[in-house]
């Protein structure tokens, strides 16, 4: 089926992608994100807020040498009390011929997936091999997926679970006991000392303190920082990032609104899509510790788009 030179808007509801997506396919368009990041353009995003400053959203451009959009991500922290989540991620791909939108596609539930398989590939490029202790810091709905996501390239044995609200994060363990994890509850220090992935995917931002101090982290652990995606958030202690060897998607991006955005002027961040496709060397010594700065990019979303439209066996 194709959709190429349609007059007729191509919709794809939230519930059909919701249903199509998964770790494998996430991830093997992340690795096709990330590889095509390192000879085509990568556009940086924005952010901005509504006509309400509580209410955010971003816009993430993309272009291969076949296709363009850009993706509209909001957050609406007020809409739990209208029955919905507070994220959502809508994808727009322009038809080539013409420059006009041909296809929507509604991708909250995508965009979890999409977030996770970029930590997901990170650990995969830069944690130790035997890397068995996972600590996530957060509770919140993008944590499950981040822990999935991980789990499915290292032999994850133990999952630490940190968060600001012990009820949540007692509830989250649980959950993922009774899923078949071997999960618990642990404060900031002990989960860093016992972690070999770290995980951070909070809302933290910097006029509130670190969510751990950088001496609590031990030699050869990998971090991936998912929450920083906008100028002020921060979750990470700048110290870290001297003793560390630093990873990103795009570093001008990361440098203005990831987790970088606090790092030292010295500090030298290589693109992930370097270390994926060999131009730049990941993790040197079981020694190192690495660190994933996960701004996000446009390309993520559209080469999960077209994944999972070829799933649908449409074309653009």
């Given at each position: ?62 272009a291969s040498a076949t296709h363009a959009g850009v993706k509209i991500g909001t957050y609406w922290p007020g809409n739990p009390e209208h029955g919905l989540p507070r994220h959502h991620s809508t994808l727009l791909l ?18 979890a997936y999409r977030t996770a398989a970029a930590d997901a590939l990170a650990v995969d490029l830069l944690a130790r091999p035997d890397a068995a202790t996972l600590a996530v810091f957060g509770t919140g709905h993008q ?174």
């Amino acid at each position: 089926m194709t959709a190429a030179g349609s007059t007729n808007l191509l919709h794809i509801t939230e519930e059909q992608t919701a249903a199509l997506v998964d770790e494998e396919l996430a991830l093997e368009a992340a690795r096709a994100a990330f590889a095509a990041t390192v000879d085509g353009p990568v556009f940086p995003s924005l952010a901005v807020h509504g006509s309400d400053p509580r209410n955010r959203f971003t816009l993430k451009p993309s272009a291969s040498a076949t296709h363009a959009g850009v993706k509209i991500g909001t957050y609406w922290p007020g809409n739990p009390e209208h029955g919905l989540p507070r994220h959502h991620s809508t994808l727009l791909l322009f038809d080539q011929t013409i420059g006009r939108i041909a296809a929507v596609l509604e991708v909250g539930t995508a965009n979890a997936y999409r977030t996770a398989a970029a930590d997901a590939l990170a650990v995969d490029l830069l944690a130790r091999p035997d890397a068995a202790t996972l600590a996530v810091f957060g509770t919140g709905h993008q944590a499950a997926y981040e822990i999935r996501a991980v789990s499915r390239v290292r032999p994850i044995g133990e999952i630490l679970i940190v968060g600001r609200n012990c009820d949540h994060a007692t509830e989250m363990a649980s959950k993922l006991t009774a899923q078949g994890h071997n999960a618990g509850t642990a404060g900031a220090e002990e989960a860093c000392a016992r972690a070999d992935v770290i995980v951070t995917a909070t809302t933290a931002r910097a006029d509130g303190p670190p969510l751990f101090d950088a001496d609590w982290v031990r030699p050869g652990t990998h971090l991936s920082c998912m929450g920083a995606d906008a100028p002020g958030k921060r979750e990470l202690p700048p110290e870290l990032f001297s003793g560390a060897r630093v990873f990103c998607d795009l570093p001008e991006q990361a440098s203005r609104m990831g987790e970088s955005q606090h790092a030292p002027a010295a500090t030298i961040l290589t693109p992930l899509g370097e270390v994926l496709t060999g131009r730049a060397a990941g993790r040197a010594d079981d020694s190192d510790i690495t660190l994933f700065d996960s701004s996000g990019i446009g390309l993520q979303d559209l080469y999960l788009g077209l994944a999972l439209l070829k799933k649908m066996d449409i074309s653009l």
